[in-house]
């Protein structure tokens, strides 16, 4: 039986038992797809692809102890996925993008470019706060659209363990992530802290 003939699970236990060509085909097979994954994930090329290769160099070093209690694909996908979540996790600081020059008045980015890249960048951010359980409950079902049953087999939990983790990381992100949903809330907060002080005669 040749490589391309084997299944995933011939595969991983051929690379376990020294075969140097079996976790390449392993690879060939899934690439397309796991870059898929980190993608969605990260929604950052750079990003995607340095983490998928880390997910690669671990399931390389993890293939002996893989169990065929699910498919070659999910332990695949487990690891990208967490893969990308230590890249989030990892990332203290908002990345900088340098402006292109521009003619005067012209602007470099377009309003709606500049806020969706600020909005993606808060999401980010918020996502890092979460604990790592809320976070990648968060990241399978709302990010990558992945059913509760479905995540819940990724993440080797019950089912309502992902629909509680989801509740409370939804509950987080919706106090982080308030402002983008009414941006004026806080600057309202001063005007009607003065207008108390007038009535009060501070």
């Not at 075969?19 to 060939?28: I, N």
């Not at 797809?33 to 690669?56: G, K, S």
Request: overall charge neutral.
């Amino acid at each position: 039986m040749t490589a391309a003939a084997s299944s995933d699970a011939d595969l991983i236990a051929a690379h376990a038992a020294g075969d140097p060509h079996a976790f390449s085909e392993l690879v060939r097979r899934h690439r397309d797809r796991m870059w898929a994954v980190a993608l969605r994930t990260l929604r950052d090329p750079e990003e995607a692809a340095d983490a998928l290769q880390e997910a690669f160099i671990s399931a390389f070093r993890a293939a002996s102890s893989f169990r065929a209690e699910s498919q070659v694909t999910t332990w695949l996908h487990r690891i990208v996925v967490n893969a990308c979540l230590d890249r989030v996790r990892r990332r203290q600081s908002r990345p900088t993008v340098p402006l292109p020059e521009t003619g005067p008045g012209e602007p470099a980015v377009s309003r709606d470019a500049i806020a969706e890249r600020e909005t993606r960048l808060a999401v980010h951010d918020a996502l890092a706060e979460l604990p790592e359980e809320q976070r990648s409950a968060i990241v399978l079902v709302d990010v990558e659209g992945y059913s509760v049953a479905e995540t819940a087999q990724l993440l080797g939990v019950a089912e309502g363990t992902v629909k509680s983790r989801c509740a409370r990381g939804r509950a987080k992100l919706a106090k982080l992530l308030g402002h983008l949903r009414n941006p004026d809330a806080v600057a309202n907060v001063p005007d009607d802290a003065v207008s108390m002080r007038r009535r009060e005669g501070r």
